[in-house]
């Protein structure tokens, strides 16, 4: 298992600091009716899925934003921020554009997806 595009984006550290989450089996609280070969292999399942999301996602406007704001936001787990990916995945096929961390004019807020449908 390679995963090349949580490589790219989260980095190396970033990934290590995962792998050692993942084969601790300390991600899970509550393990006595599972085996922590399950746990482990669940790990890496979602490994494997963050993969895809980033692949899917990595040619829309503001991927980039999103990636570093994933990365360096203290105050947000970065689960929050995977929950967005795979919530806004539902709308890439159905939409003609979708932006992400697309800035608003009007307001300067920044909306954690701008989805247009022609």
Do not use: H, R
């Not at 934003?65 to 936001?73: M, T």
């Not at 919530?87 to 992400?100: A, N, P, R, T, V």
């Not at 697309?102 to 920044?110: D, L, P």
Request: glycine share 4%; net charge negative.
């Amino acid at each position: 298992m390679d995963f090349p595009k949580i490589k790219e984006y989260l980095g190396i550290e970033w990934f290590k600091n995962q792998i050692n989450i993942i084969e601790s089996a300390k991600w899970i609280e509550d393990t006595k009716w599972l085996k922590i070969e399950s746990i482990i292999s669940s790990g890496y399942f979602i490994l494997e899925e963050i993969d895809k999301l980033i692949l899917k996602f990595e040619n829309l406007n503001g991927f980039k934003e999103w990636v570093e704001d994933a990365k360096n936001n203290k105050d947000k787990n970065f689960k929050d921020y995977l929950f967005e990916l795979m919530s806004m995945q539902i709308f890439i096929d159905k939409c003609d554009l979708i932006e992400i961390k697309k800035e608003n004019n009007s307001n300067g807020k920044v909306p954690e997806a701008f989805v247009k449908k022609e």
